[in-house]
């Protein structure tokens, strides 16, 4: 779990002339005109946030291990060779259970979705034809050679995340950027890149947009400025964040929205160690076929521990006794205070206090739609 870091808008910039952001060229088809309400198929930054932050309105199909970068901070450790989708039997269920299912918008990420032709155009279909907003986060690693699948499916997003820091630079070049997010804007798909919160990135970053897309960038695009995750090969490149006092901990987002991996495997939120497979197993649920998944998802959405966390935040739970010792002690992460409460109470997906907890915070009682 990262703090929030200010995330700079276009709307934070000066006014720009509103002209196409490729005057000389066929002009793009904008995603939609500034202050259009949300119900657009097309969304912004800030929609995907509130997505983000409403329980049961989102979830992210971790489509693959596998990524072609190798980025020197990559929270998953993705690599070149990492597993990948195989049983695609498995994987028909998995989407199957997301499209049926409550979330409004589907994530796709990884890994790096691209690396996955097959994979991501099923999906693409699927989440798309059940009516659900797409959004994909992705590299832009492809952008050298952008070919009709690729098209097909940035046409289909409501939304895409291109990511772009120092990391990428050392892997990618600065043209298959620019090349990436000129596609994305052609396909009149609105655009966010992502970079790490640094003065120096975010000037790059603009930079790069500018080039790809002209001085009039900001109609198509928006920067979303986010934290280092202390995860992966990111493990040793963050700084020491400083100890909060478990008491003291407030509601957290990644327990919004869970997380479903292409082999099957149901994280309760979108922590990377939990989607690798650490921490406290009852974060994660292992599902063979739509049914099960499907199962996975109510129960984790219902779940005791897991709704209080989300809306309350663990810090009310220190207040019990059982779990008296940890108001007061300090933390370097939420995710640390939370493995201990789900390891220390018995049967924290129907533990009576902590279901009363969830109904005053605002969460649903379980087995209400």
């Given at each position: 779990?990262?703090t929030?870091?200010?995330?700079?808008?276009?709307?934070?910039?000066?006014?720009?002339?509103?002209?196409?952001?490729?005057?000389a060229?066929?002009?793009?088809?904008?995603?939609f005109?500034c202050?259009?309400?949300?119900?657009?198929?097309?969304?912004?930054?800030?929609?995907?946030?509130?997505?983000?932050?409403?329980?049961?309105?989102?979830?992210?199909?971790?489509?693959?291990?596998?990524?072609?970068?190798?980025?020197?901070?990559?929270?998953?450790?993705?690599?070149?060779?990492?597993?990948?989708?195989?049983?695609?039997?498995?994987f028909?269920?998995?989407?199957?259970?997301?499209?049926?299912?409550?979330?409004?918008?589907?994530?796709?990420?990884?890994?790096?979705?691209?690396?996955?032709?097959?994979?991501?155009?099923?999906?693409?279909d699927?989440?798309?034809?059940?009516?659900?907003?797409l959004?994909?986060?992705?590299?832009?690693f492809w952008?050298?050679?952008?070919?009709?699948?690729?098209?097909?499916?940035?046409?289909?997003?409501?939304?895409?995340?291109?990511?772009?820091?120092?990391?990428?630079?050392?892997?990618?070049?600065?043209e298959?950027?620019?090349?990436?997010?000129?596609?994305?804007?052609?396909?009149?798909?609105?655009?966010v890149?992502?970079?790490?919160?640094?003065q120096?990135?975010?000037?790059?970053?603009?930079?790069?947009l500018?080039?790809?897309?002209?001085?009039?960038?900001?109609e198509?695009?928006?920067?979303?400025?986010v934290?280092?995750?202390?995860?992966?090969?990111?493990?040793?490149?963050?700084?020491p964040?400083?100890?909060?006092?478990?008491?003291?901990?407030?509601?957290?987002?990644?327990?919004?929205?869970?997380?479903?991996?292409?082999?099957?495997?149901?994280?309760?939120?979108?922590?990377?160690?939990?989607?690798?497979?650490?921490?406290?197993?009852?974060?994660?649920?292992?599902?063979?076929?739509?049914?099960?998944?499907?199962?996975?998802?109510?129960?984790?959405?219902?779940?005791?521990?897991?709704?209080?966390?989300?809306?309350?935040?663990?810090?009310?739970?220190?207040?019990?006794?059982?779990?008296?010792?940890?108001?007061?002690?300090?933390?370097?992460?939420?995710?640390?205070?939370?493995?201990?409460?789900?390891?220390?109470?018995?049967?924290?997906?129907?533990?009576?206090?902590?279901?009363?907890?969830?109904?005053?915070?605002?969460?649903r009682?379980?087995?209400?739609?």
């Amino acid at each position: 779990m990262t703090t929030p870091t200010p995330r700079l808008s276009y709307r934070d910039a000066a006014p720009t002339p509103r002209l196409s952001y490729r005057d000389a060229a066929p002009t793009p088809r904008l995603p939609f005109p500034c202050g259009e309400a949300a119900t657009s198929p097309r969304l912004r930054l800030a929609d995907v946030e509130a997505a983000r932050d409403t329980p049961g309105a989102s979830a992210l199909l971790f489509i693959t291990d596998r990524c072609p970068v190798g980025c020197g901070h990559c929270s998953v450790d993705s690599r070149p060779d990492s597993p990948r989708v195989t049983d695609f039997t498995l994987f028909e269920g998995v989407l199957d259970a997301l499209c049926a299912g409550e979330p409004r918008l589907i994530g796709v990420s990884g890994g790096e979705p691209f690396a996955e032709r097959r994979a991501l155009t099923l999906a693409a279909d699927r989440i798309t034809a059940a009516g659900k907003h797409l959004v994909v986060y992705t590299s832009g690693f492809w952008g050298n050679r952008t070919s009709g699948w690729v098209r097909r499916v940035l046409r289909a997003c409501s939304c895409v995340f291109l990511s772009t820091d120092a990391f990428h630079q050392a892997r990618l070049a600065d043209e298959r950027f620019a090349n990436a997010a000129r596609a994305i804007a052609d396909e009149g798909t609105p655009l966010v890149v992502q970079v790490v919160d640094d003065q120096d990135a975010v000037d790059r970053a603009v930079g790069l947009l500018e080039q790809a897309l002209g001085p009039c960038w900001p109609e198509a695009a928006e920067l979303n400025r986010v934290g280092l995750l202390p995860y992966g090969r990111a493990a040793g490149l963050v700084a020491p964040r400083p100890l909060v006092a478990g008491k003291d901990f407030g509601p957290c987002r990644v327990a919004r929205s869970p997380v479903v991996r292409y082999d099957g495997v149901v994280a309760a939120c979108c922590n990377e160690a939990v989607v690798m497979g650490r921490g406290p197993a009852e974060f994660r649920r292992t599902c063979g076929d739509a049914p099960e998944t499907a199962e996975a998802l109510k129960e984790l959405r219902h779940h005791a521990m897991f709704s209080v966390v989300a809306t309350v935040g663990p810090g009310p739970i220190t207040a019990d006794p059982r779990l008296a010792d940890l108001a007061d002690r300090r933390f370097t992460s939420i995710c640390e205070l939370c493995w201990l409460v789900a390891e220390r109470i018995p049967d924290p997906a129907h533990d009576p206090l902590l279901t009363m907890l969830g109904v005053l915070g605002g969460a649903r009682r379980p087995g209400q739609s």
